[in-house]
Each structure stands twice: as structure tokens, then as C-alpha cells.
Nanobody
Framework: QVQLVESGGGLVQAGDSLRLSCAAS????????MGWFRQAPGKEREFVAA????????NYADSVKGRFTISRDIPKKTVYVQMNNMKPEDTANYYC????????????????WGQGIQVTVSS
């Protein structure tokens, strides 16, 4: 079955960088998209970034454009998000997710989720 495990979280200061990893199992994920979401306490889960597995097409939330970069290592079945110039508002529990590619980002859905990993940015 599909399993997603996040790693690389922790505590950093504003302006620092952090890279999260999501190790996936279950398939080659061809025809799928991999995404990162985050949720702060008391707030709704929000989209961060996504990448199509086969083509490497990316999508980013406006709040992270220019600071975050999503990528994937196909042989390792691993998805990364490089987070630069981090801000206190980036503090959240970050989740990796995957679902079948729907053809455009506006209708993309995610069916499988990791357990989440904490990222804290101090000021």
C-alpha cells in the first residue's frame, strides 16, 4: 500500500533554510502528483507546493513562491521541499500527500497522506 513518511523537520531561525523529505512506497508513482501541505494550530490545512511525478511540472502557493522549491528523486521515490528564507509564519505541521494527476492544478486531489512533521521558525 501507499505509504508516505516525512523527515527533516525541526527548529530554525527566521532567514534560515530547511529541507523536508518525503519517502514514498507502493509504486513508481507514474501518473501521480506529489504535494506538500501545512497546518498551523487552529487553522485549516493549506496547500504549499506540488510536483507531477513523471514530468516534473510544479505548482506553488503564492505565499512560498520564490522561497520554496519542490523536487523529486525518482529512483529513491522521494519528494523534497527546499525551504529558504524561512519566516515565522511558515511554522506548521507539514504533510506529504499524493494522488492521481488530474490534468490541471485546479482540480487536483490527494488521496494518501503522511503523518506530518513539525517545522518551527523562531523570530
Amino acid at each position: 500500500q501507499v505509504q508516505l513518511v516525512e523527515s527533516g523537520g525541526g527548529l530554525v531561525q527566521a532567514g534560515d533554510s530547511l529541507r523536508l523529505s518525503c519517502a514514498a512506497s507502493g509504486s513508481t508513482f507514474n501518473g501521480y502528483t506529489m504535494g506538500w501541505f501545512r497546518q498551523a494550530p487552529g487553522k485549516e490545512r493549506e496547500f504549499v507546493a506540488a510536483i507531477t511525478w513523471s514530468t516534473g511540472m510544479t505548482n506553488y502557493a503564492d505565499s512560498v513562491k520564490g522561497r520554496f522549491t519542490i523536487s523529486r528523486d525518482i529512483p529513491k521515490k522521494t519528494v523534497y521541499v527546499q525551504m529558504n528564507n524561512m519566516k515565522p509564519e511558515d511554522t506548521a505541521n507539514y504533510y506529504c500527500a499524493t494522488g492521481r494527476w488530474k490534468g490541471n492544478w485546479g482540480v487536483q486531489q490527494y488521496d494518501y497522506w503522511g503523518q506530518g512533521i513539525q517545522v518551527t521558525v523562531s523570530s
